[in-house]
């Protein structure tokens, strides 16, 4: 049982882990700010986000298991994507079909059209023919009107006149109407028949001026939806049959056999407005008509469409702009038929037959389905047994098997599971093996660390430093500082090859190079001498394909220096700003038997700089594959030169490494000693 400071401690952490969470210092900060305005609505953000979070959670939660992965994916890729497709497909369908029945609107108002041309024909025919038989301008005008009129809705109004100025309209009764001019300015002198826009209302309307007279013929006609659905008279031999079935009746209210609409299942809806006093015309259908005329005639789904034609003004003669708007009520089997253009029966069969591969695609998707189930069935099971196999490798169970029956990729994946889990045993006992491995150079590292000087002579003619650093655990590189009398033995050697046979050499090295001062009663030989001696021992004891290189440089206190060479690098001297290489030397030490080595002197001051290196600094490979070499080392010894030993030291170490690969790891052993000689030399 928690006491209450435990308590207090659990309440500490839990606090400050959630101080460390951006969203619980932005509620804080929501509350603060809603506390101050007072304003407790702007709790509603965090609440939105943390509601968010939860879902995201629980969501999360649901879909960890393979198999509710699946079947969400399922979800996402089949049926998401199948209902967006039927969404885009039924709204382009209705678009094309609103279209087509705008179209068969569009046919009608032009039928109207040629039918007042037509008309107008026949007027001008009948009036010239009247006139030939003597007949006066008014009744040559009232019979031609009335000829080419004939059964016209009474509401229609005619006219002729004398003069632009002074119209005189004449109705069908015969009666005139002095006040109300219907020919505008653009129309004097030109014939036309069309749709126009007066008022908010469409009009049919026809003028014909007769040539060598002041004489014109006009008619009107209003239209509203009852003229759109049934037509006017002689106008059906225009449409020939409609688009829709044959026989068919959308509704009862249009039920009269030249209805338009009665042949096309399209039903157009026009409201005119209030725009003139006894508007709409006596008869005109209403629009809850027209809507139960094609509901009560179909046998699917009716739909609407809007609709703006671009009849002409009146007042302007003008047709940019756009009319008025016309409601369009369409049934989905009135606008088939429209779009196809053909019988009754022939798209009855293609009914049949897009029927057939709606049935057809529904059972593949249904098969589909099923087989997309079972596939991820199978998936879950197999990732299930991949599942418990991981676990029990985690707690230890190398033995444990799958063993699948499947042989797809999973099955070969379950598989190689069996077979990786036979082999962490024997990767465990491997990595035994290499710890004690690991073990065993961790001691050579350490043995051979204490080969190395483990620290620098303190000589009062010379300041000295001198570094090792391996490119793997232990190093085949060496150097040693050696008292000898009236001076120091400065050596730097590298032993071919890498890792642990280079050391174990190194390290006899290092014993037989010590042994040779022991030698003569412990008085130190000349370098050539202790060279040519340490040739002889290791061409004695070490096999033939493996060589050493050595440098011994013995620096004495009246500032005299003796070198000897065998086969190493050259060291560099740095004197008042130029370097100096201290080539002179024989062949490596060890293939060669009878070699002798020499000596050289030269003579050293104070101020002089001495840098003795192995192959892993010149050597050493840049990101193109260039080495560093002498010139660079020789350039970087001049600029730092002034520099303490150990300084100088570290300068060279930096700027090597840099330049390796650009800072990667070295491809070889690093080693130098760095000589900086001052007073007294006596």
Known sequence: MRTLPDLRHLARAMARAAWRTRMFRFTLVVVVIAALIREPLLLLIPAILYSVRLLQAVIDRILDSVRARLAAFYLYVALLPTLLVLCILLFMGYVVLGHVSAQVIERRLESLAHWAERRAGVAEARFWAARAAGVGGREAAQQALSAAFAGVDPAAVVWWGIDPAEERVVTSHGRIDRARPLVPVWLQGRSF??????????????????????????????????????????????????????????????????SLAAESGVLAWYDPGVAAEGWPPRGALERQDVERAVAAGTRWATLQWDYRGHPVDWGSGLTHGVGPQILIVFSVEGGVRALLRTSFETVGVMGIVVAAACAVILLLQLVATIRGFLHARSISSSVAQLDRGVRAVRQGRFDYRIRPRARDQLGRLASAFDDMSEQLQTLLQERSAHEAVERELSIAREVQRRLFPERVPELPYVDVSGVCLPARSVSGDYYDFIPVQDGCDFVVADVSGKGISAALLMASLQAALRSQYTIDGGAPADPGETVTRLNRHLHAHVEPTRFVTLLLVRLLRDGRIVYCNAGHNPAARVREGRVEWMREGGLI????????????????RAGDVFCLYTDG????????GEQYGEARLATLLRRHADEPPRDLQETIVRDVRSWQAGGGEPSDDITLVVLRLKEPLS
């Open 193 to 258: 028949a069309g749709i126009v826009l007066r008022e908010r209302r469409l009009e049919l309307r026809m003028h014909r001026p007769l040539g060598g007279t002041a004489l014109a013929l006009g008619a009107v006609v209003p239209l509203d939806a009852e003229t759109l659905n049934r037509g006017l008279p002689m106008t059906q031999s225009l449409v020939h049959g409609g688009l829709g079935a044959a026989g068919r009746r959308p509704g009862g209210t249009l039920e009269r056999a030249d």
């Open 589 to 604: 030490l060890g293939p060669f038997s009878d070699q002798r080595y020499e000596g050289c002197s030269l003579q050293a």
């Open 617 to 624: 600094v010149t050597e050493a490979l840049g990101e193109r």
